[in-house]
């Protein structure tokens, strides 16, 4: 799977998507540093969720994005998505593999290169790993050191993503460690001093 480096953003939804969502996320895609926009929305019933997937996925398409879903290969099915990320308690990347095909399928490795092997055996297309510093969005049990990265980048050339509690003061430190995709949510959707767009645009 190819990225470009300077798209190094992946970027997750807010847990709630409200009107004036969809006129931000245009915004922020527009200015061409992300890569990946990552659905996850954990509350919100079916029929909601493919409603806002469907939106969500003409203006991922529009500016050459691609569109994945948290959790769950069906919902990414149903969507047709780019593809789905996993967890460790969620499905199986093979049964994944047979709902959505040759797509896109990412599995969080927590703090573990052991984890990390396991999914690259089972023909995972990126590993990620987190949460690196403290974040709002859930509640973090592990706790990489940045050291992680370099290791993991010894063992693949696949997409290496780091998660948790990214910004503006720490996402270099990250990129300088060999991550390849930053994870960000929480500093674009919850920024008190600073609009998505705005937000976005500050990460060079």
Not at 41 to 52: A, D, G, Q, R, S
Request: proline content about 2%.
């Amino acid at each position: 799977m190819r990225y470009n480096k300077k798209k190094f953003i992946y970027l997750i939804s807010p847990l709630k998507i409200d009107k004036t969502f969809y006129f931000h996320l245009e915004n922020i895609l527009k200015q061409e540093k992300v890569s990946f926009f990552q659905l996850r929305l954990k509350n919100e019933k079916i029929e909601k969720k493919l409603i806002i997937g469907k939106r969500i996925k003409k203006i991922c398409k529009k500016f050459k994005v691609k569109f994945l879903v948290n959790d769950d290969a069906y919902l990414a099915k149903h969507l047709n998505a780019d593809g789905c990320h996993l967890g460790q308690n969620d499905m199986s990347i093979h049964k994944a593999r047979k709902l959505i095909g040759d797509k896109i399928i990412g599995i969080t490795c927590h703090n573990s290169i052991k984890l990390a092997k396991v999914a690259l055996k089972n023909k995972a297309d990126y590993i990620a790993f987190g949460a690196f510093y403290s974040t709002s969005t859930k509640k973090t049990k592990y706790k990489p050191s940045l050291s992680i990265l370099k290791k993991a980048r010894k063992i693949t050339k696949k997409p290496i993503v780091a998660i948790g509690g990214i910004n503006y003061n720490n996402y270099k430190n990250l990129l300088l460690n060999k991550a390849n995709l930053l994870a960000i949510s929480s500093y674009v959707w919850k920024n008190k001093k600073l609009k998505p767009f705005e937000a976005i645009r500050k990460l060079k």
